[in-house]
């Protein structure tokens, strides 16, 4: 996953794929506890996905941006962030 982000960085890095590569990147890290590595990945994917342009219009999504705002907050949840936590409640509600 990590090559396939840093190679979008690389090529188009205002990229939607790019956008959800680092989304599941970050998914799977916070999964794995890995918090500090997972935020700016989960945040850099979500904004990522509203501005970005897709390269393969065509291609599969793996992870909405909706996915995406839920595993921020759900990596806030779990890291007992809460004041992050209802930051992100409020700009999902949005």
Do not use: F
Not at 38 to 66: F, H, W
């Amino acid at each position: 996953m990590r090559e396939a982000m840093d190679g979008m960085m690389r090529v188009a890095p205002d990229a939607w794929e790019r956008a959800n590569a680092a989304g599941m990147l970050g998914a799977t890290l916070a999964r794995q506890k890995r918090y500090a590595e997972a935020e700016p990945l989960l945040i850099s994917g979500y904004e990522g996905m509203a501005t970005g342009k897709a390269v393969n219009p065509n291609a599969a999504s793996r992870m909405s941006r909706e996915q995406v705002g839920e595993a921020v907050l759900q990596l806030y949840r779990d890291s007992g962030n809460t004041a992050r936590r209802a930051e992100w409640e409020n700009k999902l509600r949005k």
